[in-house]
């Protein structure tokens, strides 16, 4: 299984940005897709999750300015991330973790997509 992510940049404060991540290979139905970032210094924390079925977590300090959402058919997570602030500023992963009969059997990670927010 791979994950390639896209969509970093630089922007200035109040501006936009949209991350994408394909998942390819073999995996089961049952998985999460999510977004971790992780700013210089500190640790990679979850921004926002989301199950096959449609199930979601937004970490309340994205609440409101991001939205994640996956096309299940295309096995891709997209994160919209709107009026961005300079501490959003980090490297943006995503993560996929996969289940069987309710138990987590995998966890894979793709590369970082640098994302900058100029104040």
């Known amino acids: 299984v791979q994950l390639q992510a896209s969509g970093g940049g630089l922007v200035q404060a109040g501006g936009s940005l949209r991350l994408s991540c394909v998942a390819s290979?073999?995996?089961?139905?049952?998985?999460?897709l999510a977004w971790y970032r992780q700013a210089p210094g500190k640790q990679r924390e979850l921004v926002a999750s989301?199950?096959?079925?449609?199930?979601?977590y937004v970490d309340d300090s994205v609440e409101g300015r991001f939205t994640i959402s996956r096309d299940n058919a295309k096995n891709t997570v997209y994160l919209q991330m709107n009026s961005l602030k300079p501490e959003d500023t980090g490297a943006y992963y995503c993560?996929?973790?996969?289940?069987?009969?309710?138990?987590?059997?995998?966890?894979?990670w793709g590369q970082g997509t640098l994302v900058t927010v100029s104040s």
């Open positions: 993560n996929l973790k996969t289940y069987r009969v309710g138990t987590q059997v995998n966890n894979y």
């Open positions: 290979g073999s995996f089961p139905r049952d998985n999460v």
């Open positions: 989301v199950h096959t079925g449609g199930r979601m």
